[in-house]
Every structure is written in structure tokens, then in C-alpha cells.
């Protein structure tokens, strides 16, 4: 089945959630993993964890064994809650591995801001130079070099993608921006809380966080480094009633002229053409045509069409009246969003092609 | 069944798609209704129409039977695309009928502004001076008066409601405001279409009209009445994977200092507390405790918890680092955005309760 | 808003889950009730736990101090999980209220079949004898007079109304029928449980108790007594991704000849034609014609178009080549499977009219 | 990417609709083809048809052209409606390819018995003899010398790997199966109808074909063949609130005794276990324990865990009262009942692995 010549040894601490469950099914699929270890703190079955992974094979092991084993290890990937990565991220790369955190524990430079956006002081700081903020179509040479890969947040990642060429382009006047994203549940994780059951989420939309979200200023950052000045970040999150998926419209207001064209030759510059330049990010280039309410259902992405893959569909659009440019992005929380971009991440700080394991269209 | 003294007779014009359904729906528990008269173009099936209404015995008239009947109506509920309403209202009108007209015919003053938002030529331009916004909150002395109410869009209601209170108490100071709003599916109608099939949005999420949406000036136009000055609405609208409902956050950045406790008291004194006050409209004045995630289910709204209801919900947050205000409300953009607030209107128009008929709490 | 003349008191026991936040609901669009007690074991908030009746006014009170006011009380009812409302009814009852009780521990006349049922002992078999069962479309003389009633449940009654007709018809060559519905996610109760997180049922649908459910042995009894000899009851249950309804279907083999007309003719004989005969039970008499797949739809009743209403829509067909009657039957879970056929009781039991506070048609 | 040395040309006739997007998606990763010609009558675009395969630069062909270039073709597949296969087939074949037809013209191996349940003549019945039904798990043999091949109905599918074992060991006292299942709404085609629109079929449940469903006597062709005598199907079906997918549940009267243990045993003999035995099989053995409410949900095979997917999970029980064994089956009518198993076709009649391009897990 598999194209790859290697036989890669993989790990994931934190293998019984979500995001852990959907790296085993993409390094499933990946041609050049031949191992994955994922590992759990306590003694549970990963069928039943896991049913969609039925017949695999996979089974879990525990973290202290996968610790034992370290110096086995090509990657290790972590998806464990805030604080973990941080305590356990030297062990695996004084014994040799990638490691790649999808945690928030090393996407901050300065570990004052960490400890503003989290509440917690950082316990290893001196990780903080040589961890690399891995979105990859942005920071692709550091990612290329690095050792340890902090993955991005989804809303962040996701954001970062409907913002980078416009910021590019246009940041000198751009100061603030607002953004706005609704999530699938899988975002609030396994534990089960009523709030977020069946019964209470269905046929509803419930914000969240709206005094400020933690991925705000970890945007802040990177939009920061993007235009060399400070740019304000307001980001406001939902869940919304699907499980997967998130869709997110940024809003930025310009001070000079533009127009949907010329945003659309922007973006596709920056990106490229289909999948010529940039393959999981696709500019949504069609013309506006035809009449009202008919029209509008080719120019922007939908959800559905991205979930499943690590695509990042785009579409742009201009209102003239306020100048205010409209992106919206669609990804799936889950795979661009997380484990799909932490595979893009571990191919390309191995050398590996960048999309392997990763080519799967959305459903 | 009925604790009404008085017997209407209320035609419904255009009454097969999901608002004219929804105002008989309504109609039928109304303790002062006793003739409901639901008019189509064609000859079709109430029941089959209306599956859920099955049973109560209501049958399609035509449009020009209803005209006929004229006289004998109290009220006229105009539930047709625009332009229909503004060639028949004069009719009803010198009939002795309170005409409520729920499409977009009459919510401009102007003529001139209601061509420029809908390219159309208005065709009544006399009648609109008589015309009052239903907006009820805001304009219920008017409505008291009124013989033609133009009801407002399910959006722009939904938007008034979120942002009175801050225009009414800061408005000075507030030149813009963004208003992001997912709607449920109903709100596109019940002509078939394939991207509204429900194996084409089941878990999407669909934008549409970001270059501007037209109720947009509608509400410029109610704030600009508000502050005395310009007000520029930036709306943005999406389709949601749920039948009803609309989930509307408003952000507003302000100039001076506020906090999420004086929102609140503004919100409260504007609206009164629970039912005392604006019996539809309850702000949650929930307090921030406890830990991060457990908190914030209370402090918002929740689409749910007005679907098939009259209420509007509003909750309140504070961004202090960027000093946005952000409102979230919900509601039933079949009930109060549309049939709900038309009977609320015919209500005070007519000197009854203002909330017969309409008191059922959401499921 | 009332038109009812009577001021009644009504406790609720179990108030904090799904259905007694259901029977407040209800209770308030109620023309005769004047006062609700809902009582939970602890200390809440009614607002925040039942949000949808925010401004309502009502406060939870304890399950004791409900008990000490037992005299003022002229009806409770229990929504409390099996075993609870056999060790209080008593308590009530000698006080002179009247007991409805939504679990099941009233529902079987012979304290073993309830110990068969449930693996509990009764502790008040005392009672049974005076117990009625409440499916109030047939035992509506029985109800008139009950002091004690035992409310089926959801999935039972659901099932009786669908097949009573026939059985009634055509009793005497019924030996077995099958069952099988699927609920919504509100069937399961409040506790968070991770398999009914709404990211896990998003999508989805789940088979559960299919070795034998215990609403089986409770059609049982009642299929035995319309028939006078014993009917097997094959029932299957299935959660499905909705949060309220109930869609069953009750397959039965028939050994004499029948049509499709003949069944609408019996099932229309039986429930009356539209709302003459029973108001709540109504039989989709459309006739099959037109081409394929058109036909269908307005053949059997739809999920949506009962919820959020005590109606229960029947549709029929027979399927001439195995001979094999099909019967769909759509009923609200929460409403005709359980708060609003309580208060249709009470509304019996107390010489009401029977339709008081539940004419309220889907959404 | 590919590990497949091959270079294979596949075209794809109805390629607009849901399965021929759905077999587009999965060729895209199929490591032994080169070249997809996906053909349809009119002239529309590939990426605005099928958004979620922007990107992959797929773009349509006609039909005519497709059928002028039948001699480059290694494999053509055909996904249109009744009818049209059977026209064409013969050119395709005449010029070397291998047809897969997913529609049923010739899943009959009786013209008359077609005629019946399509009520259409058939047009080539003399490919009948050749063609062969593609139930790649009990057929294999056939499907690897096959030109011809008819690929089973969705339904029809799950429902044959839901019984197959029981038949094949218990066959001789089983002469009525029913079937329930329930299915997403692309399995209704991407035509819209008002029925079933988002806004209808949202929360809701409709049954159709209740009189008998055309895949009725597909099934009772393939169980007669099982078994060596007539076995009736009671098929009834059901539009679901999910897009994609078939929850099946099929229940069956044992004269002899049984157990759940037996049952399990019978079909991981069958199948064989894990990805031991069919790969795309899996029987889900856990054992019954712990308490009620609890141990149901391992059981039971979950809708969720399949889609996007070509596994079919199944699950049993015992209902020991009764006699009855109860077999629930999911799959994604899309790809393993659709256009997964007719690339699992293909696979085998050419040669190639049989899990090539097919080894995704679900989401």
C-alpha cells in the first residue's frame, strides 16, 4: 500500500482524545510511518476509545513506556491539555525525536506572554528560541530546520491563512481586525460536560470566551511579525451544531482603494493557482455573475467541502460602501486545524514530501 | 379556548411559505381570532402545505377572494416577496383593514432609499409617509396609531433589539457597528434549491451577501433615527446548519471606558428585569464566576432557548483590551423576526394585551 | 390570558431534567393553573437550569418543602427516575392531590411484571390496584376517575396509539408485532454522558437495549388487554440525531386479506376524521397517487411536523405482497410522550377540558 | 504518492451527481490510476459541481466524447439513472473495458424479474448472462473474471454483510427477514425537492416506500441464491437527519435456539476477525457487561464511526423472549454502498489489491 521508503516510529502522548484519534487515522495512512505508538495515561481499551479505527491493530501503551522508549522514536507528537508538553518535550529530544506539540505550551516567543494568555507559569523557557511556530506556508524554512514544532491553535491557523496575504499586501494601514469563527464540538474536547451534550447543542449556536479568546494574542503575534507592527486581533468564537469544522470570517478594514479582483489576484498570488504553489490552501476565484441569491453560492467556501481533509478553502469578497474586506476560511479543526498540519509539519522537518498521508479530498 | 372578547377576521396573504404558515400557526392560538383567511396564488392543499397544522381546519382562499372580502377584514398580514405588498395595501387599507406588511415594502421613509437597497421602483410612494417601523420596543406609541406597519426584517429586528440600548445610552461616540448573524434555513424560503438541500448544508456552514446585505441601510436608517447621526452597518450573514433561529453577535467599539457590570445595567434598565418591563426581550445578567469554561455557558445566550418563540435573548460581554462592546442575541426568525412580531404589532395596533397569543416559552 | 376560571396548585417533583422542565413549560400556557411548585433534592437555579423560561418567574423549591405543603397541592407530578414516586405517592395522595406519575412504577397492575421489568421490588404494591393506566385515548372513562395515574412511557404510548386501532379490528390474528423507533437525544435524560455528547451523535444514529427494552413488557400488558390474549412485542430503539421526537414504525403481518384503504377506513373510524373525534391523534388519510417518489411524501406523517406539540400524526400503508401492515407514528417525546399526555390526564381527572393548555400545533 | 505501478484510465458516466463526485474523490487516491474522465450530457463546471475536489484539476468530459474514446478506457463506471446503462454497456465492453454499473439495470439475472421491480423493459438482456453481482464479499470469485458487473443497491448491500452469516449457517429455517434502515440524504440524488430541503428535513425523519421498497426483491434474488429457497424481505426505509449513510438493523425469528456468544462466533468465522478475514467487515465483539445504560454503547455499531469509509460494523444481539436475532449493520451509502465497493470491484476483476485506494478510515 505504501509509496514511502521509510519506516518512521511515531508517538502520541495524549492518544485518547480528538486530536489524538485523528493522528492515528491519518499516520495510518501515512506511506512512510511504520509505527505508531499512541499512549495513554490510564488502562483503557483504544477500539472502544476509538471505533472509528476498528481492525488497525493499533492499541495503546501507556506514557511512561512510550518515555521508556524514546530513543526509539522519529516524531513524537503531543496532544495533551496545556502545561504537559512542556515538562516532557526535552526528554524525547535529548533522546533524538521531532516533537511536535499541538499544545499552546510553545507557541509563545516570550514566556511572559504565554503566562499572560494561560494563567501558568512556563517550566521550560529556555525551549522557547528553538521552538518553531509551525504554520507551515508561512515559516516552511524554519519548520524545515526545527526540532520542536509548535502547531498552531485551529482558530489561529485557520486565521492566519485568511489574513497572511492580505497582511502581506496591505498591512501598513491595517491596525485592527476582527474574526469571526464557529466551531464543531469536537473543539471543547472529550469530557463529557451538559452543555455540550446532544440534547443541548442541537439546532443551536452558543459564543464563548467573547472578553477575549486565548488565540487572540497568539494571532497578535504572528500578525505582529507579519507587518512589523502591532495589530489588534478581535476574535470572537461559537460552537456551532456540527461536530467537525471550523468556519471563520475575518473582517479588515482598509484605508486605500481595492476591489474583489484585485483581492482575489492578491490572495491567488500569494497562494498560487489550484494546486500549483500552495496545495492545502485554495482560493475560491470564481466571478461574481448571474442574478441575486443565485450568485452567491460560488463565491464563498462552504464548510462541508473541507471536512475530512487538510484543505483551507478561501473566498473573498468587498464591501464597497464601508471598504471593508470579508475572507472567510474554512478547515476542519481536526486536520488542518491540528493533527493534519502536524503531519505537514513532522514531512517537511524530516524531509518527507509535504502532503504525504495528506492528499484526501473532503467527503 | 379563548379568553378574548373579540372575534377578527385576519387575512394572510401568501400563506405557503414558512412565514405565512408560522402566522397561522400563531393565529390559531390567539384568544382573540376567530376567522383566519390564508391566501395563495394557486390552487393547493392547506394541509399538505402546512403538515403541521393538520387538523385545524384552515383552508386556502385566493388572493382575489381575499380582496373581495375586504370589508370584512380587521387585519392583513403581507407575507409576499417584495413589491406585491405595496400594489394591494391601498385597497385594504380603504377597506378599514390594519394592513401588516412583513416583506420589505414600507421599511423605508424615502423612496429613493428603498429602491437604492432592493432595485426596485416603489410603486406607493404616498403610503410610506403613513407607514410606521414595527420595531415595537422602540416605536410602540406609533404602532398604537398605525394602520400600515411595515414589520421589520428578521435581521434588522433581531440587530434593533441587540443595539438600542447602546445607541439610546453611548451613541455619541458610535459611528459604526459590526453585526455577524447566522441564520437558520427557513430564512431562505421554500422554493427548492440545491444548494439549500439538506444533504448539501447538513454540517455546513454557508456566508452569503458579504459585499452587502440589504438590511443593512434598514438598519442604518433605524440607528441613524436613534443617534441623530450616521451610523454605518457592517452585516454579515450566514446560513447555519439549523432550521430556525437567528444567532446575532454586535460588536461596537467605544471611545470611553465601560465594563461588563454597567453594560448590564444599561441593557436592564433599558429593557426592565424578566418580564417586568419588555416582557419579550430578557437580558442575562448572569455574573462571571467560577473557572474558565465552566463559566461561560451562562453568561450567553443560547440559540435553542427561544426556537419557536416570541423572546429575544440578549447577553453581554466586554473586550477590555480592545474596549468592544459585544452583544449576542437570539431569536426565532420566524417568530419575532417576522410572524411573532407582526402579531405583537397587529396586538397594540388593535388595543389588545400586546402579548396575547404570543406568551409560549421556547421548547 | 385565561380563560380558565380555576386557580390550580400542581407540584413538580424531579423539576430540574428534561420533562418537568417540559411540564413547566406547559403548566404555564395552562388557563386553570395558578400556581407551580417545581421541586428539585438541590440547590439551583431555575433560570439557569431550564434557560428557555427565563422571565417565567418560577424558583425551585425542595422536594421536602413540597411535601410539607402537600395539603395546599391539587395535583403532583412525579418526574423522577424509576423508584421514587412509589415511596412519596401515598404521601400526597392522602393529602388529596392527584398523582401523576411519569416513570414507571405505577404502570404494571402485577407487582412482579413491574420486578421482572425493572429489577426492583415494588414498595407500594398496595397501590397498583387503584393505579390507571394513562393512555387517556383509551382509558379515558378510567381517568376520569383516578386519583392515581400512571403516565406511560414514550415510546409505549407512541406505540399504542399506532397500533390500537388494528388491534381493535383485527386483534384476533395478531400474535406479534414489531417496534421500531428512534429518539431524540432529550429520550436519555440530563446526565452527561461522553456517547451522547453532542460530538459524538452529531451524524450519527446508536442502537441501544435491543435484547429486549423495557417498554416491551409494558405494551405487552396493555396489547393483551385490548385483544384478550397474549401479543409479543418485538420493540427496537435507536437514538437518532435530533434532540426531541419520537418516529416509530409497528410492522404487523396480518393473515386476512386487507388494503390500504381499508386500514385508513379503520384507523379514521377509530380516532375520528381530522379534529372530531380524538383532538390529539390525527391519521394521515392521503391517497397514493401521482408518479414515484413524488408520492411518497404525503403519505406518512414527517417527525418535525409534531414537535413540540401533543399531537401524534399516523400514516399507513400495506405491503401486499408479504401482507404486512406498516403503520408510522410521530409523537414529541417530551410532550404527547410525556408532559403534555400528564397534563391531558389531569385535565380528565379533573374534569377539564381535556385540551386545556396543549392545543399548541408544531413548530 | 503512489505505490501503484500501473497507469490506469477510468471514466466515469453521471459524474454530477453525489456517487459519481463520491467516485472521483476516492480514484483521486487510488495508486493505480492515472487518468478519470468524469462525463456528464451538459456543459458545467468540475470545481463548481463538486467543490470539496477543487484543486484536484479533474474537469468534465461529455458523454459522447467519453463514449468515442471507450477504446483508451481500462474500466468505465456508470452512475446514472435506470435505464442508461444498459444502452451502453455494450460499447464499452465491445472496446475492451470493464463496466461497473452502479445503477441496477443488471443486477437481475431474469429480465422479467427487472421488469418488475422497474417497471421498464430491459433493453440488453442478453448481457444479463454475463453480468455479475458485485457483493465482492460473497461473489469474489466471479467479480475476478468479470466484464461486467452489477453493483448492488445501497441498502441491498448493508443488508446482504448483515446476513449472509446467519443465512449461511441458519439458512434452512429462515424464510423472513426485516429490514429497517435508514438513510443520509444524498442517497435521494442531487435533484431539489422542496421535501427535501434543509429547512424539511431538519430534525426530522420521513419514511418512504413503505409498500414495498425496489430493493426488496434484489435482496430476495441474493438470499434465494443464499440459501436454496425463498426468503421473503420486509425492506422499510427511511430518510434520516444525516447526510451520509446507512443505519441498518435486520431482524430475524430463529426456530432453533441461539445466544448472542453463538452469534458472534458465527459471524467472526464468517468474516474472520479485525482486518483478519474481509478487510472491510468488521463484527464488533465486545462482550455485554457492566450496568445497564452503560454497556449498550459498545454493542452496537455507531453510524458515525463508518462514513467516509468503505467499512460496513456490525453489531448483534439476541432477544431471547422472542427468539429474534437482531443485526445492526452501518455504512456510508456512498462509498461502501456506492462507489467504494464498485472500486473494490474493479480491483478484484482487474487483478489489483483489493483494498487499493480504499484503506480510509472513518473520520
Redesign the interface.
Known amino acids: 500500500?505504501?509509496?514511502g521508503g521509510r519506516d518512521l516510529v511515531v508517538g502520541v502522548v495524549g492518544a485518547a482524545g480528538?486530536t489524538g484519534g485523528?493522528l492515528c487515522?491519518l499516520l495510518?495512512?501515512h506511506?512512510d510511518v511504520g509505527t505508531i505508538l499512541p499512549a495513554v495515561r490510564d488502562d483503557r481499551s483504544f477500539e472502544?476509545t476509538h471505533?472509528?479505527?476498528?481492525?488497525?491493530?493499533l492499541v495503546f501503551t501507556t506514557v511512561d513506556e512510550l518515555e521508556a522508549r524514546a530513543v526509539d522514536l522519529d516524531v513524537v507528537f503531543f496532544c495533551t491539555p496545556t502545561g504537559h508538553a512542556m515538562l516532557a518535550a526535552r526528554h524525547y529530544l535529548d533522546a533524538g525525536a521531532v516533537v511536535v506539540d499541538l499544545s499552546a505550551d510553545f507557541r509563545f516567543a516570550d514566556p511572559a506572554a504565554f503566562e499572560r494568555a494561560h494563567g501558568v507559569v512556563h517550566a521550560a523557557p529556555e525551549l522557547l528560541d528553538e521552538a518553531v511556530y509551525g504554520a507551515t506556508e508561512l515559516n516552511r524554512d524554519l519548520v524545515r530546520k526545527a526540532r520542536l514544532i509548535a502547531n498552531p491553535g485551529c482558530y489561529a491557523l485557520t486565521a492566519v491563512l485568511a489574513l497572511a496575504p492580505l497582511l502581506d499586501a496591505r498591512g501598513d494601514g491595517i491596525h485592527?481586525v476582527?474574526v469571526?469563527a464557529?466551531n464543531?464540538?469536537?473543539g471543547?474536547g472529550?469530557t463529557?460536560?451538559?452543555?455540550?451534550?446532544?440534547?443541548?447543542?442541537?439546532?443551536?449556536?452558543?459564543?464563548?470566551?467573547?472578553?477575549?479568546h486565548r488565540h487572540?494574542p497568539e494571532l497578535e503575534a504572528v500578525f505582529g511579525a507579519l507587518t512589523g507592527h502591532e495589530v489588534?486581533v478581535?476574535l470572537?468564537t461559537?460552537h456551532?451544531?456540527?461536530?467537525?469544522?471550523i468556519?471563520l470570517?475575518a473582517?479588515v478594514r482598509l484605508t486605500g482603494p481595492t476591489s474583489?479582483a484585485e483581492l482575489l489576484e492578491t490572495y491567488t498570488r500569494f497562494y498560487g493557482a489550484?494546486?500549483d504553489g500552495e496545495?492545502f490552501v485554495?482560493v475560491?476565484d470564481?466571478a461574481?455573475t448571474g442574478k441575486i441569491n443565485d450568485k452567491?453560492?460560488?463565491?464563498?467556501?462552504?464548510?462541508?467541502?473541507?471536512?475530512?481533509?487538510n484543505?483551507c478553502?478561501l473566498?473573498l469578497?468587498?464591501?464597497?460602501?464601508?471598504n471593508?474586506v470579508?475572507v472567510?476560511a474554512?478547515t476542519d479543526n481536526?486536520v488542518k486545524g491540528a493533527a493534519g498540519s502536524a503531519i505537514q509539519n513532522m514531512n517537511v522537518a524530516l524531509g518527507l514530501?509535504e502532503?504525504?498521508g495528506l492528499?484526501?479530498?473532503?467527503?
Do not use: C, W
Not at 192 to 212: I, R
Not at 240 to 245: D, H
Not at 296 to 309: E, M, N, T, W
Open positions: 500500500m505504501s509509496g480528538y485523528e487515522r495510518l495512512g506511506p472502544r471505533p472509528n479505527l476498528a481492525g488497525s491493530g485592527d476582527a469571526h464557529v464543531g464540538t469536537t471543547a472529550t463529557p460536560k451538559k452543555d455540550l451534550a446532544h440534547a443541548e447543542v442541537f439546532g443551536s449556536m452558543l459564543a464563548y470566551s467573547l472578553e477575549g487572540g489588534g478581535d470572537n461559537t456551532g451544531n456540527f461536530a467537525r469544522g468556519h470570517q473582517n474583489r489550484g494546486h496545495f485554495l475560491n470564481n461574481r452567491q453560492y460560488d463565491l464563498y467556501p462552504r464548510l462541508a467541502d473541507v471536512v475530512g481533509s484543505f478553502h473566498g469578497d468587498h464591501d464597497a460602501d464601508r471593508v470579508k472567510v474554512v481536526l514530501p502532503t504525504a492528499r484526501a479530498y473532503a467527503l
